[in-house]
């Protein structure tokens, strides 16, 4: 897990308590934005972006690879004009009925369930 600039901090109370605690097997890196820009053009590492529309593509319907990184905005304000630039593709959970987005902790887990079934199916093949 990498944390950029001033995001949430993980080992708040309020976050170790939403994790259950898993927060503590977790590798967490801060980071500065720039600099895992950097990193990512010297690591060819594939950047996939959560975002409500902007030509995103359906996340059930996305081949992931097996190497990526998921990049997630904020809750409020989602991915910025300058993280979107960085991403390879982006991926959108779509709305039915009368919402208009969902909450980052509800999207990252239907998001992160859905690259965890497409990897496993690979193994099983």
């Given at each position: 897990?990498?944390v ?42 594939i ?13 059930h ?22 993280q ?20 980052l ?21």
């Open positions: 897990m990498i950029f600039d001033d995001a949430t901090d993980p080992y708040h109370p309020t976050s170790v308590r939403a994790s259950m605690g898993a927060i503590f097997s977790q590798n967490i890196i801060k980071a500065g934005w720039e600099g895992f820009v950097e990193w990512k053009k010297t690591n060819s590492q950047l996939i972006g959560a975002s409500c529309g902007n030509n995103a593509f359906n996340y319907q996305y081949n992931y690879p097996e190497e990526m990184i998921l990049l997630l905005g904020s809750e409020q304000k989602g991915l910025n004009d300058i979107l630039k960085v991403c390879d593709d982006l991926v959108t959970v779509p709305m039915k009925g009368k919402a208009d987005s969902l909450n902790a509800n999207a990252a887990s239907i998001i992160l369930i859905e690259i965890s079934n497409q990897h496993d199916r690979c193994e099983k093949q």
